[in-house]
């Protein structure tokens, strides 16, 4: 069932009206303005002087007299990464923000992070496993993207249980959510790396190993899932992220080096005010004009990226602001590093608020 933030919305209009009287001579000459009537006036100006301001503040804030500016954003082929970027350009928030944004194509959350650093990519999007290099001091979070359930543990053929994975080829990817909803699996069925016969590869060969037999088992995210329990008929899906819902949570963020963090706050501030309009959008029942828009930037069948849709609890930038207010969203992080502590991936424990910029969240969403 999706979790929803508590939602709160306040909104006050007032409107203020001043009406001045005068009275005329019978030679038509105008009299002179009473006390009252200059009070009237002088109460008018200071009003129009008030609605100018106003009017100037709300044009700064939706970007008119901003400074243009370009963002290389790095994204991974699938609906997750690009459901609320693709929603947002295509719904002109990015335009309203005064942003264009060149989008780079990315196999996993480590090579972006690794682009990041070189300075190539501006803001990038991570899954479940690259968080863990962000608690370890490579990059912050901007933003919350979703709660996913896009990552899943597959057995071919000879595979219809967790039992049948001992001695098994099992394909993953180190360092990406894959290596995490794997050791999840194990973990859970009182199994460790050492039972099976694992076979480190790049995201992009798992589904040709599957599909072609090279490998017995998979761990792998959407959309490769989804073709891989679609093209292998007899495959099995044995685990995914909702399998440990009451234990863990599995992440996708959009995140920054520290470096870009200090140095461009109000760029990151944009970026994320866009994002959230773009969120509540798509999560508004948007489903398959965001699948179009998102079709278009990667170029691939816009039917299979609509059937991703179920990948994720898509939530809005409304609710990722409201819980980055309340604690929701800090807690979230906090189940996340305990969860990589646990299973060996962090050493230490680390304030959340140490690479979480919760602020700029609140702020977005304001």
């Known amino acids: 069932m999706k979790k929803r933030f508590l939602a709160a919305a306040m909104a006050s209009v007032m409107a203020l009206s001043l009406a001045a009287c005068s009275d005329g001579s019978a030679s038509g000459s105008a009299a002179a303005p009473s006390e009252t009537e200059k009070t009237a006036e002088a109460s008018k100006e200071e009003a129009k002087t008030e609605d100018a301001g106003e009017s100037g503040e709300e044009k700064k804030k939706d970007g008119a007299e901003k400074e243009h500016i370009t963002l290389n954003i790095a994204y991974m082929p699938n609906y997750g990464s690009l459901w609320s970027v693709a929603a947002a350009q295509a719904q002109g ?74 001695g098994k080829k099992v394909a993953y990817s180190s360092g990406t959510s894959s290596e995490d909803i794997l050791n999840n699996a194990l973990s859970k069925a009182g199994m460790t790396m050492s039972d099976i ?129 309340d604690g929701t969203v800090e807690n979230y992080y906090k189940i996340q590093q305990d969860n990589f502590i646990a299973g060996g991936q962090v050493e230490k424990e680390v304030p959340v608020s140490d690479y979480v910029m919760l602020e700029n969240m609140i702020e977005a969403g304001k």
């Not at 194509?105 to 650093?117: K, N, Q, Y």
């Not at 901007?142 to 049948?164: C, F, Q, R, Y």
């Not at 995210?221 to 009451?246: G, H």
């Not at 109000?266 to 828009?293: N, P, Q, S, V, W």
């Open 197 to 325: 016969t694992p076979v480190d590869m790049d995201a992009s060969g798992i589904v040709t190993a599957m599909i072609s037999g090279g490998v017995d088992a998979c761990a792998t995210w959407s959309p490769n899932s989804l073709k891989i329990l679609e093209e292998v008929p007899e495959a099995t899906k044995l685990a995914d992220n909702m399998t440990f819902k009451d234990t863990t949570v599995s992440l996708a963020s959009w995140i920054v080096t520290p470096k870009y963090a200090e140095e461009n706050q109000d760029k990151i501030l944009r970026f994320t005010r866009a994002l959230f309009k773009g969120m509540d959008y798509a999560a508004d029942d948007h489903y398959e004009e965001t699948a179009k828009a998102v079709a278009a930037i990667t170029k691939t069948d816009e039917a299979s990226v609509f059937d991703q849709r179920g990948d994720a609890d898509w939530l809005t930038g409304k609710e990722v602001a409201e819980g980055a207010a």
């Open 93 to 166: 928030y990015m335009e309203e923000e005064g942003i264009t944004l060149n989008l780079a194509e990315f196999a996993d959350g480590p090579t972006i992070i690794a682009a990041m650093e070189s300075g190539t990519i501006d803001i990038g999007y991570i899954g479940q496993g690259a968080h863990k290099l962000c608690v370890n001091g490579q990059a912050k979070i901007a933003a919350l993207s979703h709660i996913s359930n896009g990552d899943a543990l597959i057995g071919g053929p000879e595979v219809k249980t967790m039992e049948d994975l001992k």
